[in-house]
């Protein structure tokens, strides 16, 4: 029951003896290579930059993003588990950068459970009160009231290699609770499990936020979890950008790709006189269209999900995913070819945006495949203010 608030938070992994050496005497020898999503200071790599942001209180804020993007490294830098190389953390109103984990009142749950394996499920969820010094029948109540909130009364005796990877999620998830923290932390609690379980816990992560008063981080890579379970949602997932001016026109030069704006952020633009300069860029992929040329792409790996395709294809060096739904194929041969599969190795596809008024507004892809046409279904929503790729 808290407010939570990064200000600035950024996290830098020092080179390791001699690494730096070695890398300087590298960049000496060939020309540097630009790694993507990667930044290199000499102090370090820089895991998490500039970070902010504000939490209320009982609030379920859901960290999202890729692997490598910073979420696990922010939620352990709440947690006191990473050191803050910059920038101010504060919960109720108090920084605790310099605060020891036990006098944070947070709890933490893992994604691999982190339970003694030689302790009973009991002791496991008591052993935090414990080192409290809280009173045993203090102990036993909270024990037993987090056991009945999660279902798992009849395994207090077990052993966690007795338990299943749900019920030992649920331990996990009660080891935390019976603390009563400030902030709760779940750093993606549902990976290691199977869909029908994934399914159940979040479920169960849901009731438990309607019967536990306190304010949750949820960290996790996938969307469905963040859509059911957060009241808001953090996409660490932009590009280092450069917005460019050349007279009235805006554009931005992100990966070598070019990214014009809409005519209304160009005014907005030119109203306020920006000039050129570094900025942070987020694209959504629904918001995107493909230049009038289309894009050239090699079929590598085709796969039958049932109700679509998926074609994953290697276009201009870079790989890309076509989600083709069987239901709008034209041609029935893609799936009757001598390979057996919907598209051969080595195909060569042809993508590119319908023309038509009526079909842009629709935002549906065309991809040609030899003679055949395939439609790619059409996206959820469309902007009235889309990025042009060309």
Same mark, same amino acid.
Do not use: W
């Given at each position: 029951? $808290?407010?939570?608030q990064l ?23 060939e020309p540097?290579?630009?790694?993507a999503? +990667? ?7 820089? $895991? ?5 942001? *504000?939490?209320? *209180?009982k ?8 692997s ?5 490294t922010?939620l ?20 605790m ?5 036990k006098d944070?009142?947070?709890a ?25 010094k ?12 987090? $056991? ?9 005796? /077990? ?6 990877g ?9 080891? $935390?609770?019976? /603390?009563?923290?400030?902030?709760? +932390?779940?750093?993606?609690? +549902?990976s ?9 816990? /979040? ?7 309607? %019967? ?79 230049a ?14 049932g ?43 042809t ?7 009526? %079909? ?31």
């Open positions: 029951m $808290a407010e939570v200000k600035n938070i950024k996290k830098v992994y020092p080179f390791v003896s001699g690494e730096q050496k070695k890398s300087k005497k590298k960049k000496a020898d540097e290579k630009k790694k999503n +990667l930044q290199i200071t000499d102090e370090g790599v820089v $895991a998490v930059q500039a970070f902010n942001l *504000d939490i209320k *209180d609030e379920f804020i859901v960290l999202v993003g890729p490598g993007c910073g979420k696990s922010t352990r830098m709440v947690a006191g588990l990473e050191e803050i190389s910059g920038g101010e953390l504060i919960i109720d109103g108090k920084v950068n310099d605060v020891a984990p944070r009142d947070i933490m749950v893992f994604q691999n459970y982190a339970l003694y394996p030689h302790m009973t499920v009991y002791d496991n969820m008591a052993f935090s009160l414990k080192l409290r809280e009173p045993k029948d203090v102990i036993d109540k909270k024990v037993r009231e987090a $056991a009945e909130i999660l279902d798992i009364t009849q395994y207090l005796e /077990r052993k966690p290699k007795a338990l299943s749900g019920q030992r999620q649920r331990v996990a998830i009660g080891r $935390a609770i019976v /603390r009563d923290p400030k902030v709760m +932390l779940m750093d993606e609690p +549902l290691n499990l199977d869909a029908k379980l994934r399914n159940e816990m /979040r479920a169960e992560i849901i009731k438990l936020r309607q %019967r536990i008063n306190t304010t949750f981080m949820y960290v996790t890579h996938d969307q469905t979890e963040a859509m059911t379970l957060g009241d808001r949602i953090v996409i660490m997932n932009f590009f280092d950008a450069e917005l460019k001016r050349e007279g009235s026109k805006f554009f931005v030069e992100v990966g070598g790709i070019k990214v014009e704006l809409a005519p209304e952020k160009e005014a907005r633009l030119l109203a306020n006189d920006v000039q050129s300069q570094s900025v942070t860029l987020g694209v959504r992929p629904e918001h995107t269209d493909v009038d040329k289309g894009i050239t792409a090699r079929v590598e790996v085709a796969e039958m999900m109700s679509s395709v998926h074609l994953h294809v290697n276009a201009e060096g870079r790989d890309v995913i076509i989600i083709v739904p069987t239901i709008e194929m034209d041609l029935i041969c893609l799936f009757h070819n001598s390979y057996g599969t919907a598209a051969p190795f080595g195909t060569a596809v993508f590119r945006e319908r023309l038509t008024a009526d %079909r842009y507004r629709r935002g549906v892809l065309r991809l040609s495949l030899k003679q055949a046409r395939v439609f790619c279904y059409p996206i959820r929503s469309v902007s009235s203010d889309p990025c042009m790729i060309r």
